[in-house]
């Protein structure tokens, strides 16, 4: 890259605690990014503004996005894969059921 091409910003970190990244535009499966001088390879393609995984998320820990918790993984998720409704229940989505 030449001194005056500038780099792509293609995710977002909002906080160092997390374990998700935001992207900033979409991604496609395979891509390879680097994070923190660590190699992730994007296991599926993701959309703007949604979340992947910047390491091995177990299931039932917490999804860590802005340094606070968002929800708890219903299952293992590898890094790199997309973080959504199918991997994830929202904590706001559980503390409405447990009210009914």
Do not use: C, P, W, Y
Not at 12 to 34: H, Y
Not at 39 to 64: C, M, P, T, W, Y
């Amino acid at each position: 890259m030449s001194k005056t091409e500038k780099k792509r910003v293609r995710f977002l970190i909002l906080n160092k605690a997390d374990n998700v990244a935001l992207a900033l535009e979409k991604i496609e499966r395979g891509t390879i990014l680097e994070i923190d001088r660590t190699r992730l390879k994007v296991k599926d393609s993701i959309e703007f503004g949604h979340k992947f995984a910047l390491k091995q998320i177990n299931k039932g820990e917490r999804i860590i996005k802005g340094g606070e918790t968002i929800g708890e993984a219903i299952r293992d998720i590898q890094m790199g894969e997309h973080v959504h409704i199918h991997n994830i229940i929202s904590l706001r989505a559980r503390r409405q059921n447990e009210k009914i």
